[in-house]
């Protein structure tokens, strides 16, 4: 059950209302990356969690979150609030100033209405924690482009207060995750295709006019890693791709399909010669 306290997690002071930065705070209020979103996304995430650990941890968030969505709109209305009897002031946003009469709507900076397509969640607990640490990295960085386009003091560190816990909630959601004891890349319960799990499709070629070029990370340097080239230019083709049968095709010749480092996807003819019956098989389709 929920119990509402007439006292604010962090005492709100504004010295110099802005009621155009007061329509910027309102992203953070009814926007993607808000604390609307945020508490009806970890609550609802916790109502469908059978991890009694986690759903608590949930559950905590997304009550906390409640309290920050608090903040933010107390902050938004003292802004706001000249849009209430100013001409001048209401024209930085007449929808907020004739539509909400110069308070908090529940809608965005662009003044686009609050909805539920905000939310993410999948009822799986480790894809739900991930989206949550995402969700916390994005807010932090509204919070910080919000702090930097502010110079009313006081109101800077209501938002520094609320930035901080962004990251605290990040790091809470990592130690949950981490403490799933999952491997990082196991998701759900179907594995991916052994061979075309570790192929990496080099689909953006060429040099760009601002001095774009092919690049070699960790993603695509690996000794598991075979690197097929331009894969559409030279006709590359999955012809199978359950767990059990997968394996590729390609039209064209051999070295259209090359590892820049690490060898080279073979054209499937080749690559299932041991194989023919099973060649010929799925060839058909």
Not at 18 to 39: K, S, T, Y
Not at 158 to 165: D, E, H, N, P
Not at 255 to 280: L, V, W
Request: include cysteine; proline fraction near 6%; aromatic fraction near 6%.
């Amino acid at each position: 059950m929920y119990h509402h306290i007439k006292k604010l997690m962090f005492t709100v002071r504004v010295g110099q209302p802005d009621p155009r930065f007061g329509n910027m705070l309102l992203e953070q209020f009814g926007g993607a990356h808000g604390e609307l979103a945020a508490a009806m996304q970890y609550s609802i995430q916790g109502l469908n969690c059978e991890n009694m650990a986690c759903k608590d941890l949930l559950m905590d968030i997304g009550t906390e979150e409640l309290s920050h969505l608090e903040i933010i709109g107390t902050l938004a209305r003292m802004h706001l609030k000249p849009m209430k009897k100013d001409a001048a002031a209401a024209e930085h946003d007449p929808l907020v100033a004739i539509a909400g009469g110069g308070g908090v709507t529940l809608c965005n900076s662009m003044g686009n209405a609050w909805t539920a397509d905000y939310l993410k969640v999948t009822g799986e607990l480790d894809v739900d924690l991930r989206s949550n640490i995402a969700a916390e990295a994005r807010a932090k960085i509204v919070y910080e482009r919000l702090i930097n386009f502010c110079d009313d003091p006081g109101t800077k560190e209501a938002l520094q207060f609320l930035m901080t816990r962004e990251i605290t909630h990040m790091r809470a959601f990592m130690q949950a995750l981490d403490s799933l004891g999952k491997p990082p890349l196991s998701i759900g319960l179907i594995p991916p295709t052994p061979g075309i799990v570790d192929q990496y499709y080099n689909d953006s070629t060429g040099e760009g006019d601002d001095g774009e070029t092919d690049a070699t990370g960790p993603w695509n340097d690996d000794p598991a890693i075979t690197i097929v080239e331009s894969p559409a230019l030279a006709g590359f083709q999955v012809e199978a791709a359950t767990p059990k049968r997968g394996r590729t095709n390609s039209k064209a010749e051999p070295e259209a399909s090359t590892s820049r480092s690490r060898g080279k996807a073979e054209p499937a003819a080749k690559a299932a010669s041991s194989h023919p019956a099973k060649a010929d098989k799925s060839s058909r389709g």
